[in-house]
């Protein structure tokens, strides 16, 4: 029996200073490990317990994200596995006050639900 689509997860991050290189942007390393941890928090809704990332598949950088903007991540399941799962995660960049809103980040991670052991676990078993 699958679950029905769950809604995104979304994460906001206001980007400060000690987040960025030395061009006054995010840090690309640093984005990832955001990415990251979007995907990995709507895997755990999904698989209802813990999971681990097994490949992180490609991500864009379309535009910096300044020091002082906020940046939304949404991370949605887009496909189900017996034991894993791809989650898409975009990333919004948004000055604060005035200015549009704009697609900044882009990626796909495979996380895989895991029992006490670290081992596979069904996602079916998260129901």
Same mark, same amino acid.
Do not use: W
């Given at each position: 029996?699958?679950?029905?689509?769950?809604?995104?997860?979304?994460?906001? #991050?206001?980007? *400060? +200073?000690?987040?960025?290189?030395?061009?006054?942007?995010? *840090?690309?390393?640093?984005?990832?490990?955001?990415?990251?941890?979007?995907? *990995?928090?709507?895997?755990?809704?999904?698989?209802?317990?813990?999971?681990?990332?097994?490949?992180?598949?490609?991500?864009?950088?379309?535009?910096?994200?300044?020091?002082?903007?906020?940046?939304?991540?949404?991370?949605?399941?887009?496909? #189900?596995?017996?034991?894993?799962?791809?989650?898409?995660?975009?990333?919004?960049?948004? +000055?604060?006050?005035?200015?549009? +809103?704009? +697609?900044?980040?882009?990626?796909?991670?495979?996380?895989?639900?895991?029992?006490?052991?670290?081992?596979?676990?069904?996602?079916?078993?998260?129901?």
């Amino acid at each position: 029996m699958s679950l029905p689509p769950a809604p995104p997860t979304v994460l906001v #991050e206001m980007i *400060f +200073p000690d987040q960025a290189n030395h061009y006054g942007t995010l *840090f690309g390393g640093h984005a990832l490990a955001l990415m990251a941890r979007a995907a *990995f928090v709507a895997a755990c809704r999904r698989a209802a317990g813990s999971v681990v990332m097994a490949r992180s598949e490609r991500v864009d950088f379309a535009t910096p994200i300044r020091v002082g903007e906020m940046l939304e991540l949404r991370a949605e399941i887009l496909r #189900e596995g017996r034991s894993s799962m791809t989650v898409a995660v975009r990333g919004i960049a948004q +000055p604060i006050g005035a200015g549009a +809103p704009r +697609p900044a980040l882009d990626g796909k991670f495979v996380m895989v639900a895991v029992d006490a052991d670290g081992r596979p676990r069904p996602l079916s078993s998260a129901i």
